[in-house]
């Protein structure tokens, strides 16, 4: 049973371009949330999607903006970059609200 | 970023110590989950308390409810070398998003 997978495991961007990350949700998981870690800190939550919306958001700008496919995959956009958006990025899948599983993360650099 | 304080920041024990990390909110909680990052990794899952003056045991690992739901704890006994990481809780706020604490960071030393 594959757990939380991620791609690409590292980016790096110049200021201005987008990315785009990907997750896939342990397997029997419908929601996805995203995640933003820096450097020493705890993970800040950005969005959840379950049933292809997002339902909810944290403080993030529109620059950051997210999709769920009908296989409850997740993708997560970024634009604009900048940056002090380099960080770590997870993905963790749930069933409900139980414990969520976090996928290994995707290092964005944004020089 | 909104967080949940979490004290001590950093904590050095020798191998064999125990070890206990706090969490404090200023609201009532409905749940708080704690997660263990391993350096270089991601969090994982440890346990969700929900009840007041919950108490919940792993192997060596103690997880407590306050009984105003305000605040946790995780303490771990004789320590070992496998334990370091950042032990991290999580309350939920709203219906979905969860609010990670600022983490406590562990070192054990051999």
């Known amino acids: 049973d594959a757990g939380v997978t991620q791609s690409p495991t590292h980016l790096i961007k110049t200021r201005g371009q987008q990315v785009t990350l990907r997750c896939s949700p342990k397997?029997?998981?419908?929601?996805v949330s995203w995640y933003q870690q820096a450097l020493g800190q705890g993970p800040q939550f950005i969005f959840q999607?379950?049933?292809?919306?997002?339902?909810q958001r944290g403080n993030f700008p529109d620059r950051f903006s997210g999709h769920q496919f009908p296989n409850y995959s997740s993708e997560l956009n970024v634009n604009a970059l900048l940056l002090g958006d380099s960080a770590l990025y997870l993905c963790?899948?749930?069933?409900?609200?139980?414990?969520?599983?976090f996928g290994p993360g995707t290092r964005l650099t944004v020089t | 970023g909104q967080q949940v304080m979490q004290i001590p920041q950093y904590q050095h024990v020798q191998e064999g110590e125990d070890f206990t990390t706090y969490c404090n909110s200023s609201t009532t909680l409905s749940n708080i989950q704690w997660y263990k990052q391993r350096p270089g990794g991601h969090p994982v899952f440890l346990i969700q308390l929900v009840k007041s003056g919950e108490v919940k045991k792993q192997k060596r690992l103690t997880f407590q409810f306050g009984e105003a739901k305000k605040n946790s704890s995780l303490h771990i006994t004789a320590t070992q070398t496998t334990d370091v990481g950042t032990y991290f809780c999580a309350e939920r706020s709203g219906t979905y998003k969860y609010i990670f604490g600022t983490g406590t960071r562990l070192k054990v030393l051999a």
């Open positions: 397997s029997g998981h419908d929601t």
């Open positions: 999607y379950y049933e292809e919306e997002e339902r």
């Open positions: 963790a899948s749930s069933r409900t609200r139980n414990e969520q599983y």
